[in-house]
C-alpha cells in the first residue's frame, strides 16, 4: 500500500473515531432517558398493588419490582460497554495524532481530563487578545461522571426495593381507606313546623 492511501486510511479512520465516540454517547443517554421512564412507571404501578395481606402484596410486588432491577441492570451495563468503546475510539484518535505529532482534539480531552482544567486564551482571528481581556483559567469538577452514574443505579434499585416493602397504609391505598359516592350528599334541611288546619 503506498504512503498515499495509508494517509488517507488515517485520515478517514481519525474521522470514525469521533463519530463512533459521538453515536455512543448519544446511544448511552438515550437508553438512559428511556429505562428511567420506565424504571419510574413500574415503581408507580408497585405502590399501587395494595392486597389483602402485607407477605401477599410484597410477594406480588416483587414480580414487577425484578423487571425494573433488571432494566435498570441493562441499563448500567450498556453505559459501561458504551463507555469502553468510546475509549477505545479516543485512544485510536490518540495514537493517529502521536503518529502525526499534533495535539490534537484526542490528546487535548486528555490533557484536560487529567489537569482538570483549560486556558482559555480569549484571542481573535489575529491571536491578538480581544478587547481587554486575558488568558482565563475553566477548572472541572474533580467528580468522576461515572461514579455519579454508579450512585444514581444503587438509588434506583433501593427506591425499588423500598417501594416493594412499603406498607399499603403509608401510601392510602387500602380499600377500605377509599370512599366513593355516586350521589351528593344531602343538605341539611331545617325542620318542618306543623301546622294546624282549622
Known amino acids: 500500500m503506498s504512503d498515499d492511501c495509508k494517509d488517507k486510511l488515517r485520515i478517514e479512520a481519525y474521522k470514525q473515531c469521533f463519530i463512533a465516540k459521538h453515536h455512543y454517547d448519544i446511544l448511552s443517554w438515550s437508553i438512559a432517558g428511556g429505562s428511567l421512564i420506565f424504571v419510574g412507571l413500574i415503581i408507580s404501578t408497585i ?3 395494595s392486597l389483602d395481606t402485607y407477605l401477599t402484596t410484597v410477594a406480588i410486588r416483587l414480580i414487577p419490582a425484578i423487571l ?9 451495563s450498556i453505559y459501561e460497554r458504551n463507555r469502553f468503546w ?14 502525526a505529532g499534533i495535539n490534537g482534539p484526542g490528546i487535548a480531552f486528555m490533557k484536560g481530563q487529567l489537569d482538570k482544567e483549560i486556558i482559555r486564551k480569549n484571542t481573535d482571528e489575529n491571536n491578538k487578545p480581544y478587547k481587554i481581556y486575558g488568558p482565563k483559567t475553566e477548572r472541572c469538577s474533580s467528580k468522576s461522571m461515572h461514579k455519579s452514574i454508579e450512585f444514581l443505579r444503587w438509588c434506583l434499585i433501593l427506591l425499588i426495593l423500598i417501594a416493594v416493602f412499603i406498607p399499603s397504609r403509608f401510601l392510602n391505598l387500602s380499600k377500605s381507606e377509599i370512599v366513593t359516592s355516586a350521589e ?15
Open 86 to 99: 468510546g475509549e477505545v475510539a479516543n485512544e485510536t484518535a490518540r495514537d493517529i495524532e502521536r503518529e
Open 184 to 198: 351528593p350528599a344531602e343538605r341539611p334541611t331545617p325542620a318542618k313546623e306543623n301546622i294546624q288546619l282549622k
Open 47 to 49: 405502590l399501587k398493588i
Open 68 to 76: 425494573a432491577i433488571a432494566v435498570v441492570q441493562a441499563w448500567h
